[in-house]
């Protein structure tokens, strides 16, 4: 491909330096404005006792008590292992249905490709909407999902109180995140498994390996990388889970559905330890941001392999 | 990554193996459809066959749900009812059966229209600005493009709510709290990212020849870009633009703490529907139904790139 002189386009237009930088300056500039000055900002509040109810108050720096603080207390641990509770077991669910579904659609039965459609459609809708709606079908008396547990386990429905109930509250929202989410593991399986070209499993044939090898040791590592990769997606995702927790259960009863996300806004909305809750914030940022990385690395790993 | 369309031979899977995936994964899909067909069924319910137990399925459809998630009424004597003129209205007369009439619209409508605004003008900013970037970032050797392509994404690692305490002081400074302009830069930033990246993959997809063969022609670069690749990139720009008019539709944490009156958008509304004794269910699901019609629309047209935007163009098929 030869090239057109260069000299010609610099004088006829501007520069395609001048361009570049014209083009993407806009969209940087909006970001450095809106994400990293905040977060900048969020940075030196951490180190000070600011109080955002209190914007007249003289702010001192306190150097790095905000986060001694938030690393010793025992209500933001409690808050970090109920989000590690939440991350597992979405995460395993999603994971274990997801790919199950992507494997039986990936049979390429009649209609597949409508039914797949049709799976789709909860991770499209807003958690929070979707989410206020699931509370009416939790509801211990009339609810249709506490109707149809009753019938299919014998226990009464007052007894089924989904949100209510310290043992049940969490699982109840494992369920609405499963139910909404688990179509978006799947849609990512399904690239994976539709990646891994015919001849493979047609030498795996001519070898005679059992379909149980093939799905070991052909679809199983093949899909991986995907597999991973949905994960990531889901990980960075329910780390930050907030909306569905607030209208479902606030992070009660009592604080046993209290997320780090919930316990961060009370800090910085309720209690108005903005110092504080931006010394969390910034250590929540560093551990998704470190995790990420170290996740990414293992998946270019599995990549290359 | 290429779809194997290629016709199976020895590995197609058996006619059984296929009705038995095919069953399993109707009877899945058919199940999570139940939330969903039941908000529209809780839309159209009256409010005490809405609470009835057990969960009624035959039901006598009104309108009542819709009527009360517009409206505001207040209770009324019969005798005050009785001497009033004939109802000129559906929700009138519902209203009037349960001794109510209507005192006015509800804030429904323009949260509703709030949404479509802030939803609408954000999508279009970070459309307009993620092309611009995306372009540049795929035509041009930007010095230290991965770093910034990375920056750009990271963006969208944190959470929610650290984001939304230093935006809140911010924007009580800047008297941006609580408006749609104030919205609308926040969530053209979160989407600027996403639109980028997802761009950069569709135009890196336009082959570069054809641009330059414009510009053997006689066409500037901007010219170029503008007649050549912008209708190239048609179908990834409307994909893009639908991603993030669905991000800015469904957005709910940076709503509930930023707005509270007039910019306040449907999704912190909705669950704040209340009716006499508790929540009015037939109206939350009548707002949720509503809410989500466009969305639906929205899933059935995107089939085809959904894969593509949620994974930030990682996974292109």
Not at chain 1, 190 to 217: H, T
Not at chain 2, 197 to 215: N, V
Request: net charge positive; aromatic share 12%; hydrophobic share 50%.
């Amino acid at each position: 491909m030869a090239t057109p002189a260069p000299i010609a386009r610099r004088v006829r237009g501007l520069s395609d330096r001048a361009i570049a930088w014209a083009f993407i300056a806009p969209a940087i500039t909006l970001l450095l404005a809106i994400n990293i000055f905040p977060l900048l900002w969020a940075i030196y509040l951490s180190f000070t006792n600011y109080r955002a109810n209190r914007p007249n108050a003289v702010v001192e720096g306190v150097g790095l008590r905000n986060y001694q603080r938030v690393l010793t207390d025992p209500d933001i641990w409690q808050a970090m292992q109920t989000t590690a509770h939440f991350v597992f077991w979405t995460i395993v669910l999603q994971t274990v249905i997801g790919f199950a579904l992507a494997y039986l659609i990936d049979r390429k039965f009649r209609g597949h490709a409508f039914w797949t459609t049709i799976i789709l459609i909860p991770m499209m809708l807003s958690p929070a909407v979707v989410g206020n709606f699931w509370r009416f079908l939790y509801e211990p008396q009339i609810g249709l999902f506490a109707y149809a547990a009753s019938m299919v386990t014998g226990i009464p429905t007052s007894e089924i109180r989904m949100l209510g109930d310290v043992s049940l509250a969490p699982w109840a929202i494992i369920i609405v995140d499963t139910w909404m989410w688990t179509p978006y593991v799947m849609l990512i399986c399904l690239a994976g498994l539709r990646s891994i070209p015919d001849y493979i499993y047609e030498a795996a044939e001519v070898d005679r390996a059992s379909s149980w090898r093939q799905f070991w040791s052909i679809t199983v590592p093949m899909a991986l990388p995907f597999i991973m990769l949905a994960v990531l997606f889901r990980g960075i995702e329910n780390f930050k889970m907030f909306d569905m927790v607030t209208l479902l259960t606030g992070g009660g009863p009592g604080s046993v559905t209290e997320v780090a996300s919930i316990t961060l806004k009370r800090a910085a909305f309720e209690s108005w330890a903005t110092g504080r809750a931006s010394a969390f914030a910034i250590i929540l940022f560093v551990a998704v941001f470190g995790l990420a990385n170290i996740y990414v690395k293992a998946l270019n790993k599995v990549k290359q392999r | 990554m290429s779809s194997a369309n290629t016709a199976h031979s020895v590995v197609a899977p058996s006619d059984t193996s296929k009705r038995v995936a095919g069953t399993i994964v109707i009877v899945y899909a058919l199940i999570t459809l139940i939330p969903l067909v039941w908000i529209f069924l809780t839309s159209i319910k009256s409010p005490p066959d809405s609470i009835s137990y057990p969960p009624k399925i035959v039901f006598t459809p009104t309108l009542e749900g819709y009527c009360n998630l517009f409206t505001t009424r207040t209770r009324q004597t019969p005798d005050y009812i009785a001497a009033l003129p004939e109802p000129t209205s559906t929700c009138d007369e519902v209203t009037r059966k349960r001794n109510m009439v209507i005192a006015g619209p509800s804030n429904f409508l323009p949260r509703f229209v709030n949404s479509l605004v802030i939803a609408f003008g954000s999508t279009f900013l970070a459309v307009f600005l993620g092309t611009l970037a995306a372009y540049g970032f795929s035509r041009f050797k930007v010095p230290l493009a991965d770093d910034l392509l990375f920056f750009i994404l990271s963006t969208r690692m944190m959470p929610p709510i650290a984001v939304a305490i230093p935006i809140y002081l911010m924007y009580r400074e800047l008297g941006l709290s609580d408006t749609a302009l104030g919205m609308i830069l926040l969530y053209t930033a979160v989407n600027v990212s996403l639109a980028v990246w997802l761009l950069k993959g569709f135009i890196d997809e336009i082959p570069r020849e054809y641009e330059e063969a414009a510009m053997i022609d006689g066409y500037t670069r901007l010219q170029a870009f503008r007649k050549v690749v912008l209708p190239q990139a048609t179908t990834g720009i409307a994909a893009t633009a639908i991603f993030c008019l669905i991000f800015a539709w469904n957005e709910y944490a940076f709503a509930a703490l930023l707005t509270s009156g007039q910019a306040q958008t449907a999704p912190p509304f909705i669950p704040t529907i209340i009716g006499e004794g508790g929540q009015d269910w037939p109206a939350v699901a009548a707002g949720t139904t509503i809410f989500l019609v466009p969305i639906l629309v929205f899933t059935i047209l995107l089939r085809k790139q959904l894969l593509r935007g949620i994974t930030f163009g990682a996974v292109r098929k």
